[in-house]
């Protein structure tokens, strides 16, 4: 099947080239869905773009394209609006043929548009930590966008870029020496690594040897000590366990764990290609790169004059590596606006280097909290875990009032689906360069633009389609769609693909939450107009395989949010 804005724009330019011989470019063809479907289903205004080349009235440009329009099997009408916009209204032929094989899980999608690997740099916490909110939405959104690849059949990596190289290691191997408590460490590893730390720092201020033998162990571990070696090995694998079992709470993964370490060997020949190509240079000891006044960017560190290497040298060394390891198109960040100014540089260094890379900085804004019970007081940062723990006895709690007869087993699976789903909603529907504030309340409501409404809307469908006993897998034959509001969901469903294909473009998942909260309103408004179980027998058929199409969509759009659903809750 074909994206339908497609085969109409088809339509277009083959009546467009026979009614101006090609003096109109077909670049500036295309078609849009109507606002109104009143109007038509599609509209363009390919008359009025080309009128002044083509010295000739819009509405007379109109009126020559739509006598090359065969109207019957796929166009039933066309109408010529205002200054010279053509309307085009599909045949209800065409539309009831589109539905019966429309799947939105299964799709065309031509992939010429885009070659060469696309990695998703997501998540990447700094390791030996127990992760907090902080890092909730760079996990979610770069998730999102990974399942929108992913859906498009392009070829995608979901990269962890662990923080798991730096100064700290040195701390933590004297704070592992000295201080570990086994016991504690085997309980919850993360939180006691985060102990030692802190008592480092609290230690050291008093005692002046802890840094001076902090250095020795982090130089040890550089030069491949084999005893401390296999401490941090032991820290990022033990991080990634525990990282990992949040991941799948989250229904989150990754393809690779490639940390900052993974990159320090690849370093020594970046800085020497910058040395070679010119582009770095001395400056009091340290080497760096300027950029132009006009980019308004500060100098990029690459080495400071102790000889230590830069967050930026360690990104670069990650595009240089990445481009050896794959046939690489684009690599995609995602972490908050803060970080805007170190991307922009080393994207430009990147540039100035000649590497072909796409580098996009997928930024976001903070997350805060409505409810001041929930938010960090002194420092004391919320942890990821405690968020979805809060999340899900919330959930519990509603489902509790809700559906009191449900098995306990039940009822904390519902919870399980509607809490995660709504903390992911919350921030998924919303622009991501907005600043979320978390409201409990109003994201575990039933009602309005949140994950349990879309969740309730497909289980209801779900209901309805287990109580009249639908065959989905059947032919339905003769569809019959005659309300206004029937042909709107159709319209809708029809959307869905190049919905898909702009969020992917602009990373923007809220473009598909925007879409899927549509289609579960028109759905709505459909069954309060409707009684579709007791419709005529003729009329049901087409109803029940309308509204089987509605959920399996709402089902995909959800997945691509990382959201679950359930068939009854
Ligand atoms: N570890 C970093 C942090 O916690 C994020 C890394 C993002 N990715 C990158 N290639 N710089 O802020």
Redesign the pocket.
Known sequence: MKIITDVVTDLLIEAVDKSFNGEIDHKDISVQFTKDIKLGHFQTNIALVSSKKLRRNPREIATKILENIETQSIIEKTDIAGPGFINFFLSSNMINSYLRDFNPNSWDYDLNVEKGVTVI?YS???IAKRMHIAHLRSTIIGESIKRMYKFMKREVIADN?L?DWGTQFGKLIVGYNNWLDKSAYQTDPLAELERIYVKFEQESAQNEALLPEARKELKKLQDGDEINTKLWKEFVDTSITEYNKLYKRLNVSFDTYWGESYYVDSMPSVIKELEEKRIAKESQGALIVEFDESEHLHPCLIRKSDGATLYATS?LA?IKKKRESYDLNKLI?V?DDR?ADHFKQFFRVSEMLGWDVNNIHVTFGLMKFADSHFSSRKGNVIRLETLLDEAESRALKIVEEKNPELSTEEKKEIARVVGIGAVKYSDLSQNRSSTIVFDWDKNLSFEGNTSPYLQYVYARIQSILRKTEFDTNQKVDNLIFESEIENKIILQLTKFHSVIDKAAESCKPNVIADYVYELAQLFNTFYNAINIIKSEESEKQSRLLLIHKVALTIKSGLDLLGIEVLDRM
């Open positions: 740099d990447s916490p700094n870029h923080g990104d990650c960040y972490t970080q």
